[in-house]
């Protein structure tokens, strides 16, 4: 089976552009969940999907957006790259029955490393 | 709002010998999961081990079990038989057992762990 496989690997921007990452999680889970990781702030969440609907978001400027197709992949959004913005940009999927999930365990993808110039 | 302490940035051990991480929490939930996550360099995050909070019984996967104190908020890791491959760093997190919180973690800070030859 497949694990978390996140777009691309790595990338470089500059200030004021935007860009686009991509999920795809494990088949059969229906529950997308994305993190920023950097040295200073650590792991913090930034939204979450299930069913093409956002369920959960973290606190994130309106400039971190993303939404999730009817096949469960996702893809998040950055527009007006700030220096702040880089970072590793990590997916997880989950086994969610309904509402709530069966176990709690994510399954993480490797990340996306985003560079801001 | 919930939160999570590691206290230790940085921790060495040698192989085959026992190593316990910190963690501490603070929540108001009643029901909630806890978990370890490993990242070791430059790979993907990986679940360690999970921690119900309505079960008082100390979780244990092989190598690795926890002192899960729900009244201190304490829930630190024990590996024992230290390993080459667990040099990696550890999160401790939290997640909200509720509809709507799935996939939704609050990490800790992290913990780096060398295991020395």
């Known amino acids: 089976k497949a694990g978390v496989t996140q777009t691309p690997r790595y990338l470089i921007k500059t200030r004021g552009q935007q860009v686009t990452l991509s999920c795809s999680p494990i088949?059969?889970?229906?529950?997308v969940s994305w993190y920023q990781q950097t040295p200073g702030q650590g792991l913090q969440f930034l939204f979450e999907?299930?069913?093409?609907?956002?369920?959960n978001k973290g606190n994130f400027p309106g400039r971190f957006s993303g939404r999730q197709f009817s096949n469960s992949r996702s893809e998040m959004n950055v527009s007006t790259l700030e220096l702040g913005d880089s970072a590793l940009y990590l997916c997880?999927?989950?086994?969610?029955?309904?509402?709530?999930?069966?176990?709690?365990?994510?399954?993480f993808g490797e990340g996306s490393r985003l560079t801001v110039l | 709002a919930q939160t999570v302490t590691q206290s230790q940035p940085e921790m060495s051990v040698q192989e085959a010998e026992t190593v316990t991480l910190s963690c501490t929490y603070d929540?108001?939930?009643?029901?909630?999961?806890l978990f370890w996550y490993k990242q070791p360099p430059s790979r993907q995050m990986i679940l360690v081990i999970r921690?119900?909070?309505?079960?008082?019984q100390n979780a244990t996967e092989n190598r690795f079990s926890v002192n899960f104190q729900k009244a201190a908020k304490s829930f630190s890791l024990k590996i024992s038989d230290s390993q080459l491959g667990d040099t990696a760093m550890y999160f401790c997190?939290?997640?909200?057992?509720?509809?709507?919180?799935?996939?939704?973690?609050?990490f800790g800070q992290g913990t780096t762990l060398q295991v020395k030859p």
């Open positions: 997880a999927s989950s086994l969610a029955r309904g509402r709530t999930s069966s176990t709690g365990e994510l399954f």
């Open positions: 088949s059969g889970h229906r529950s």
């Open positions: 999907y299930f069913s093409e609907t956002q369920r």
């Open positions: 929540t108001s939930e009643n029901n909630y999961y």
């Open positions: 921690q119900e909070a309505y079960k008082q």
């Open positions: 997190a939290f997640m909200k057992l509720s509809s709507g919180n799935t996939g939704k973690l609050i």
